[in-house]
């Protein structure tokens, strides 16, 4: 089963909401770089600010998680839900897919045992045409 990802699921069309309305507050400080996360005056917010405010909500959450587990789970989700190896490669910034596909390698398998059942099932439905003729 692939995954769907609209905006409505994920929650963008109230974080874009919250971000017009920032917008709107800072008036001609704010800059519009287009991004989809920026500073209350649309500037690129600093990482360490960002995972500061990441650990307090984890903290808060009482989750025991870190960044890099995150963007580690990331990746994994996307390679289950059979997104393309090189476009989570360019997600995530590896220069090269092998380095991807090297890191992943545990996600692989089960790919490939979907890939395997299409090919059966695409056998089956030709065996099937086949033997109406």
Do not use: C, W
């Not at 519009?32 to 405010?53: C, H, K, M, Q, S």
């Amino acid at each position: 089963m692939k995954a769907v990802y609209t905006k409505e699921k994920m929650g963008f069309k109230e974080h874009r909401k919250r971000q017009l309305e920032e917008k709107l507050k800072a008036g001609g400080l704010y800059e519009d770089n287009n991004l989809v996360f920026a500073t209350e005056l649309g500037t690129p917010i600093e990482p360490r600010n960002f995972l500061r405010v990441f650990y307090r909500i984890i903290e808060k959450a009482n989750l025991d998680i870190n960044f890099h587990a995150l963007r580690h789970t990331y990746a994994t989700r996307l390679l289950e839900a059979n997104e393309h190896p090189k476009v989570v490669q360019e997600l995530l910034g590896h220069n090269d897919i092998s380095t991807t596909q090297n890191i992943y390698s545990h996600v692989m398998p089960e790919i490939k045992k979907v890939a395997a059942m299409k090919l059966n099932n695409l056998s089956e439905n030709i065996n099937i045409k086949g033997n109406h003729s």
